[in-house]
């Protein structure tokens, strides 16, 4: 078993920036792909960011593009969503998974953190 732990989230006006971060513990984080998403009230859980075993390899999802980083400390276990130039539109739920495989799709995600909240006020 992988225990993920996210934090980081709070309320931010549009234009400032947060950092998430994600914590695992358990099974070994770095044979894992881990991938952010989020959930905003009403709407489907949406792919925003993932990155591979090494780091080397990230992918985003375009409405995120040029504002997120993602990238991983594997040393410390921790993968991190640097979110810059907020919208309102972004705020939702966010969470961090673990995956087998290169993947932007939710259900090949295996273990799941229990989400941070992010608010970003116009």
């Known amino acids: 078993q992988m225990r993920l732990v996210e934090s980081g989230g709070g309320l931010v006006q549009a234009g400032d920036s947060l950092v998430l971060s994600c914590a695992a513990s358990?099974?070994?984080?770095?044979?894992?792909?881990m991938g952010w998403f989020r959930q905003a009230p009403g709407k489907e859980r949406e792919f925003v960011s993932r990155i591979s075993r090494s780091g080397s390899n990230t992918h985003y999802a375009d409405f995120v593009m040029g504002r997120f980083i993602v990238s991983r400390d594997n040393a410390g276990k921790t993968v991190s969503l640097q979110m810059n130039r907020l919208k309102p539109e972004d705020t939702a739920m966010y969470y961090c998974?673990?995956?087998?495989?290169?993947?932007?799709?939710?259900?090949?995600?295996?273990?799941w953190g229990q989400g941070t909240q992010v608010t970003v006020s116009s």
């Open positions: 998974a673990a995956a087998n495989t290169l993947t932007m799709h939710a259900d090949e995600y295996t273990y």
């Open positions: 358990g099974r070994t984080s770095t044979s894992y792909v």
